[in-house]
């Protein structure tokens, strides 16, 4: 549990606030989870995992009196999930030390929203986020390099008052990493966006929720560089 949840706030931006909830539950789960894994070419590995849960007393945002909402328990739900896991090694293709690799979580969510009594996906559960990567191991010159990329990703959150999501698109990280002694270690990174979007759905009432306006932005993300030096004892 977050302690936040059962304090009350405000975000000032999205013109929310929320009521504190002292009879929250922690959630609980019974998971069932079938996982085949396959290796081959030495490190190289394919990796499929399904996984159904149970949930009894889920979390997410429920309603409260007078217009407030507060984090609490919305009943039972279910997860249905497919992860896959690739990752090859290219020596055989020339490409020494290196590694092509694939992985993405699909998620199915049902949970009945509190408010319209509707089934719904639990808030802020992504439904998929594949990722490509790239590495390599350069031994004589004590370095590891490699990059991912992430074509879509983004959540959703479900609100009495509002939907909120917000999707990105085009992630690039790309990132170097030199060890000149077992101890040492200097990492340098840079993260890429090429569109991050929000959109905020606002709802006139809670009992027939007429759209009241659909807010919209389209933010110019920035670019982040990070230099890391680590030094063990």
């Given at each position: 549990?977050?302690?936040?949840?059962?304090?009350?706030?405000?975000?000032?931006?999205?013109?929310?606030?929320?009521?504190?909830?002292?009879?929250?539950?922690?959630?609980?789960?019974?998971?069932?989870?079938?996982?085949y894994e396959r290796r081959f070419?030495?490190?190289?590995?394919?990796?499929?995992?399904?996984?159904?849960?149970?949930?009894?007393d889920a979390i997410d945002v429920i309603p409260l009196d007078d217009g407030l909402s507060a984090v609490g328990n919305i009943g039972d739900g279910t997860?249905?999930?497919l992860a896959l896991n690739i990752l090859v090694p290219m020596d055989w293709a020339g490409f020494t030390g290196g590694r092509l690799g694939f992985r993405n979580t699909w998620n199915h969510t049902e949970v009945t929203d509190p408010t319209t009594g509707e089934v719904?996906?639990?808030?802020?559960?992504?439904g998929s986020q594949a990722t490509f990567t790239i590495a390599q191991d350069i031994t004589s010159w004590k370095l590891q390099w490699g990059g991912a990329y992430i074509p879509l990703l983004g959540q959703t959150s479900f609100d009495p008052?509002?939907?909120?999501?917000?999707?990105?698109?085009?992630y690039f990280e790309f990132w170097a990493e030199y060890k000149p002694t077992p101890t040492l270690s200097i990492?340098?990174?840079?993260?890429?966006?090429?569109?991050?979007?929000?959109?905020?759905?606002?709802?006139g009432d809670r009992v027939t929720r007429?759209?009241?306006?659909?807010?919209?932005?389209?933010?110019?993300?920035?670019t982040f560089y990070q230099i890391r030096l680590r030094k063990t004892f």
């Open positions: 549990l977050d302690f936040g949840d059962f304090a009350a706030s405000a975000d000032l931006e999205d013109e929310n606030v929320f009521g504190g909830n002292i009879d929250l539950e922690p959630e609980q789960r019974w998971i069932s989870e079938l996982i070419l030495g490190d190289g590995i394919v990796s499929i995992g399904l996984r159904h849960d149970e949930i009894v997860l249905d999930q719904r996906p639990i808030s802020n559960v992504r008052d509002q939907r909120f999501a917000w999707r990105g698109h085009d990492r340098a990174q840079v993260n890429l966006w090429d569109e991050f979007d929000q959109e905020r759905i606002a709802y007429p759209i009241a306006y659909i807010e919209t932005r389209e933010i110019d993300p920035r």
